[in-house]
């Protein structure tokens, strides 16, 4: 995981041998609850198609949408895809209720050489296979829930928490409480636990990345990478 600024991430892929590719068309398969919430969030600044089997949930998503293009079909039949123009696009999303739907359909849009494909997988003994299978990144169901549940019962003002799939850390984003133990002191003074990393700290829509000079302000939001047994710990250097 890699905590920077957006004006230097081109850079930064650049450095590692990627290619910042532009999304311009993107075309999801399912249109469930998440293909639905994914589309209406692209598609005002992109091109977006978003393919479904149900012929109710299609002229549902039609009504619902304002830009998006709603196409009835089976998204496994490669025939309907390429009528449609998978290989014009510039993403591919897969998130219908089955995962060997959506693994299929991806392995199919990367064979077509689609620049950047996701998937969602409900199973979670799925997810240590993907990334070795050509899919870019993944979507876990499991990993949105225990997400969630985990921000509800977390002490302080926890604004949002990522449990990584396969991993056990978390990635918290916190806000800085007044008078908080974090606030007290440059970090190279503070006893912060070992097993957390501050990643990032976002003051009035700025990023900055810490160092041991840095001092957290009340208000200021900061991204932590930590293991499970510090958690608790970090917890109180900002309630």
């Known amino acids: 995981f890699v905590v920077l600024a957006r004006k230097h991430i081109s850079d930064f892929l650049k450095i590692i041998g990627k290619e910042n590719t532009s999304l311009e068309r993107i075309m999801i ?8 919430l994914i589309a209406e969030e692209l598609e005002d600044e992109h091109q977006v198609k978003i393919v479904e089997s149900n012929m109710e949930k299609s002229y549902t998503l039609a009504e619902k949408l304002d830009r998006s293009m709603v196409i009835r079909g089976d998204g496994r039949d490669i025939n309907l895809l390429a009528l449609e123009g998978i290989i014009d696009m510039d993403a591919f999303i897969a998130v219908t209720g089955d995962d060997e739907t959506n693994i299929i359909t991806c392995l199919m849009a990367k064979h077509l050489r689609v620049p950047r494909i996701i998937s969602l997988i409900n199973k979670p003994d799925y997810a240590p296979i993907i990334p070795t299978i050509g899919i870019d990144a993944f979507i876990s169901k499991q990993s949105l829930v225990v997400s969630g549940i985990l921000k509800f019962i977390r002490q302080g ?72 047994g510090a958690i608790k710990k970090v917890e109180k250097f900002f309630s």
């Not at 398969?29 to 639905?36: K, N």
């Not at 606030?183 to 990023?207: C, H, M, S, Y």
Request: proline share 8%.
């Open 157 to 228: 003002e926890v604004v949002s928490i990522a449990s990584i799939p396969g991993v056990e850390a978390e990635i918290i984003e916190l806000i800085a409480q007044p008078e908080s133990k974090i606030t007290k002191n440059p970090l190279f003074k503070i006893d912060f636990p070992q097993n957390a990393l501050l990643g990032g700290v976002i003051r009035n829509d700025e990023i900055i990345i810490p160092t041991g000079q840095t001092q957290i302000q009340a208000g200021d939001k900061v991204v932590v990478f930590v293991l499970p």
């Open 29 to 36: 398969l399912g249109g469930g609850q998440i293909g639905y």
